[in-house]
Every structure is written in C-alpha cells, then in structure tokens.
C-alpha cells in the first residue's frame, strides 16, 4: 500500500492535471501549479473522503504546498484515531 504522503501527492497531481513527479514537497500550490480555490475545494473534499476525516474549511487556507497539506491531513488523521 502506498504511504499517505504518496497518496496525497498523487490526489493533487489529478486534481491540478499535473504529473506526481511535478509535484514537489515545497511547490506552492496557487503560484507553482497554478491552483484556483475550485481545485482546493476539490482536494479537501477528495482527503475528506479517502480518509474519512473531517477538515475545518478555515484549514484550507493551509493548503499552501504539498508539505503544509499533508501537515494538516495527519493532525486530523491523529485526532480521528485518538476519537477511536
């Protein structure tokens, strides 16, 4: 199974028509890869679903790199396994 880092970063890749391997730790997401709120709405909702987690959409604002996303997806990953 790949890691959750691997996972995102592919969910990103399809979301921002991008290939994975454009897809870099550290690339800003709006300036880099040329995301609009659309697509981070579609991110959001796509971790929401894959994980079966619940992020506040003041969390989106977050959502700046591939790192910062996956910072806030394993916070939430954490609680929802600490609420198990």
């Keep these: 199974m790949q890691d959750i880092d691997t996972q995102i970063r592919d969910l990103v890749a399809q979301i921002v028509e991008k290939t994975p391997d454009e897809i870099k730790p550290d690339s800003r997401f709006v300036e880099d ?10 991110i959001l909702a796509a971790i929401e679903k894959k ?6 959409e003041e969390k989106l604002a977050e959502f700046k ?14 609680k ?5």
């Design 65 to 78: 790199t591939l790192n910062d996303t996956l910072a806030v997806v394993k916070e939430n990953l954490a």
């Design 33 to 42: 890869l040329g995301m609009d709120s659309m697509m981070a709405l579609e």
């Design 51 to 56: 994980y079966k987690i619940s992020i506040p």
């Design 80 to 84: 929802k396994d600490n609420h198990a």
